[in-house]
Nanobody, 120 residues
Framework: QRQLVESGGGLAQPGGSLRLSCEAS????????VGWFRQAPGKEREFVAA?????????YYADSTKGRFTISRDNTKNTVYLQMSRLKPEDTAVYYC????????????WGQGTQVTVSS
């Protein structure tokens, strides 16, 4: 069964850091571009960051996360990471990862999400 599983969420203080992981099972994640998205209560899901397939040479960030978040991948572990620093209360949301094969059909697989709460 092909699936993505996020982990690493939790409670952090403003200014703190968390690292999220997105591990694939049942398929090789290196053949997919991977994106992170988040959805806060009462808000629409929004793009956070993305990384290109294979070496991950290209990365993309939302304006709200640029300079604070870093996306990376370790293909030997079939995992993509989202390092989040200088967290703000407005970063509170459920974070999802998704994988896209690039066939023009959008994201093929989605994880179940992990909660991130930023509060003092």
């Amino acid at each position: 069964q092909r699936q993505l599983v996020e982990s690493g969420g939790g409670l952090a203080q403003p200014g703190g850091s968390l690292r999220l992981s997105c591990e694939a099972s049942g398929f090789s994640l290196d053949s997919y571009s991977v994106g992170w998205f988040r959805q806060a209560p009462g808000k629409e899901r929004e793009f956070v960051a993305a990384i290109s397939w294979k070496s991950g040479a290209n990365t993309y960030y939302a304006d709200s996360t640029k300079g604070r978040f870093t996306i990376s991948r370790d293909n030997t572990k079939n995992t993509v990471y989202l390092q989040m620093s200088r967290l703000k209360p407005e970063d509170t949301a459920v974070y999802y990862c998704a994988a896209a094969s690039g066939a023009g059909t959008g994201y093929d697989y989605w994880g179940q999400g992990t909660q991130v709460t930023v509060s003092s």
